[in-house]
């Protein structure tokens, strides 16, 4: 799992990134996601995981979280437009302006 790409994306992108971001299960295990982005997806933010790791979508706790599940073929490494279009595509959520970057959908 990287999460190197996420880290540059909150650099270059201006935009709150936690990565890696581990959250706890129901159980109490931690659950290791690659990254948790603020103000995009709900208003609790968007956890991305790897496929083809299978989701423990069993054991995830009821939370205000959006997860997305992303191919790293396509976003293991940092793609300025990429990942531009998939933040716009989960949409902003956050309190005061969005970013000046990001286009209404």
Not at 1 to 26: F, K, Q
Not at 75 to 80: A, E, G, I, V, W
């Amino acid at each position: 799992m990287s999460s190197i790409a996420w880290a540059t994306a909150a650099s270059d992108l201006g935009v709150e990134v936690t990565a890696p971001c581990t959250i706890h299960a129901r159980n109490g295990d931690p659950i290791e996601f690659v990254a948790h982005v603020r103000d995009f997806g709900t208003r609790g933010g968007t956890l991305v995981w790897y496929m083809p790791d299978p989701l423990p979508t069993r054991q995830l706790p009821t939370t205000s979280y959006f997860v997305s599940v992303l191919n790293p073929n396509i976003y293991f490494d940092y793609d300025r437009e990429r990942f531009i279009e998939l933040l716009e595509a989960w949409g902003w959520t956050g309190k005061g302006s969005p970013p000046a970057w990001y286009r209404e959908r």
